[in-house]
C-alpha cells in the first residue's frame, strides 16, 4: 500500500498553460470555434495531461486485461471459464474482433494474462498473472488485499512500459468470462442504486439467467457489506483482476501522463474507481463511446466525463475505444491545419449571446 499511495502522491494537476495553449491552437484553425465540440475538448485535455500543445498520438497500444471470475459458478454466464483462455489464444493470434478493429485503427494489440483459470500460457500472452482466477463473490471475497495491490501496481507498471516504448496513447480493453456481473456489482456500490438498475444481460443471458445475475450480485453485497467510501475495499470484495489491472493503466497513464481511452461498461468501471481512489488520475481519462449496458451513461455521468460516440455498442474487449482512434486523428489534423492568417480570412471571435 505504501508503494501505491507514493506513486499517486506523484500524479500532478493538470498543466493548464499547456491547456491554453492548445484551446488557442484550436481558436486559430480556420474554422468555426469550438465546431469539433468534444474532439477539441480531447486534445486540450491530453495537452493539460502531458505538459505540451503539440499533440502526437502517433503510437497507440491496446492492453487487454484477461482473468477469469470464480462468480461464474453460480450460472450467470451464457459461457464457460474456458472462453477466456480461448480468447486470449486468439488476441495472440490476431484473430478477435478486437485486433481486426485495431489494425484499421493502427494500434498495437497485447494481451496480459492476470488470471485466466487453468491457462498453461501462450508466448503472444503476457504472464502477468496474479492467481488462478479470483474466488466465488458469493462466497467470499474476490481476491486478498495483496492479490489487489500487485494488481493494480501490474497495471501501473503496463503504463510505465507503454512510456517507455514511446506509446502515445493507451486504449483499455478486458476479457473474462463472468465480469459483466463483478462489474455490476461494483458499479451498484460506487452509485449506490439498486443492482437491477445497472445490470444488463451481458453476452446474452436469458431471463432466468440475469435474474441468476441479478441474485448473485444481490447476495454478495449482503454477504460482504462493501463500503462505497472505500474503492479499494469494494474492488477487493467485489471485482475482478481485470478491472483492478484496468484500475492500474488509469493511475499509471495519469502517472507518466500518457492518456488512456475508456472503452465500455466494465472499463469504465475501473475508471470511477481509479478517480475515486485517485480524484487526480482522472486528468488522463478519455470517454469514447457510452455503452448499451445500463450502467453505461451513469457511469461516465459519475466520473463527469462525456462520450465521443454514442452507437449502442456492448462487445468490450476494447472495440468501443478503438473506434475513436480515427477520430481523434482526424481532430489531430485539423489541430495541424491552416490558420485564419494562413489563408488571409478574418477571424471568428466569441460573441455574447443574444438575450
Known amino acids: 500500500m505504501e508503494r501505491l499511495s507514493n506513486q499517486l502522491n506523484q500524479i500532478s494537476e493538470p498543466d493548464k498553460k499547456a491547456a491554453s495553449e492548445a484551446k488557442q491552437r484550436w481558436d486559430s484553425v480556420a474554422k468555426p470555434l469550438g465546431s469539433l465540440g468534444l474532439l477539441e475538448d480531447a486534445l486540450i485535455r491530453i495537452a493539460a495531461l502531458t505538459g505540451s500543445a503539440d499533440i502526437d498520438l502517433s503510437v497507440r497500444r491496446l492492453y487487454l486485461m484477461c482473468a477469469d471470475n470464480g462468480v461464474v459458478a453460480q450460472n450467470v454466464t451464457q459461457t464457460g471459464s474456458e472462453v477466456t483462455a480461448r480468447m486470449a489464444d486468439s488476441f495472440a493470434a490476431g484473430k478477435s474482433s478486437a485486433c481486426r478493429m485495431a489494425k484499421v485503427a493502427n ?9 485466466i483459470l487453468n491457462y498453461p500460457g501462450n508466448p503472444g500472452v503476457r504472464n502477468c498473472r496474479i492467481a488462478n482466477g479470483t474466488a466465488d463473490i458469493t462466497q467470499k471475497p474476490a481476491m486478498t488485499k495483496a492479490e489487489l495491490y500487485r494488481c493494480i501496481e501490474t497495471g501501473i507498471g503496463l503504463a510505465k512500459c507503454a512510456k517507455e516504448d ?4 493507451l486504449v483499455t480493453g478486458e476479457m473474462g468470462i463472468g465480469n459483466t456481473t463483478t462489474s455490476s456489482a461494483v458499479a451498484s456500490v460506487l452509485l449506490g442504486c439498486d443492482p437491477l438498475l445497472v445490470t444488463g444481460r451481458g453476452a446474452g443471458l ?3 439467467g440475469l435474474s441468476r445475475k441479478l441474485e448473485a450480485i444481490k447476495k454478495a453485497i449482503k454477504l460482504h457489506h462493501p463500503d462505497p467510501e472505500d474503492p479499494l475495499s469494494v474492488l477487493s470484495m467485489l471485482g475482478g483482476f481485470d478491472i483492478a489491472g484496468m ?4 493511475l499509471g497513464g495519469a502517472l507518466y501522463q500518457v492518456p488512456v481511452l475508456i472503452d465500455g461498461v466494465i472499463s469504465a468501471v475501473a475508471a470511477l474507481l481509479a478517480v475515486k481512489i485517485c480524484p487526480a488520475s482522472k486528468k488522463a481519462m478519455l470517454a469514447t463511446h457510452v455503452s448499451a449496458e445500463p450502467a453505461g451513461g451513469m457511469i461516465l455521468d459519475a466520473i463527469g466525463l462525456e462520450p465521443m460516440i454514442t452507437a449502442g455498442m456492448r462487445l468490450g474487449e476494447g472495440t468501443g475505444a478503438l473506434c475513436a482512434i480515427p477520430m481523434l486523428d482526424m481532430a489531430c489534423s485539423v489541430y495541424q491545419g491552416s490558420t485564419f492568417g494562413e489563408l488571409s480570412i478574418e477571424a471568428y471571435e466569441e460573441q455574447d449571446s443574444q438575450p
Open 107 to 115: 494500434c498495437q494489440v497485447e494481451a496480459v494474462d492476470l488470471g
Open 166 to 169: 514511446r506509446v502515445k496513447l
Open 247 to 250: 484500475v492500474g493503466l488509469y
Open 206 to 208: 436469458s431471463d432466468s
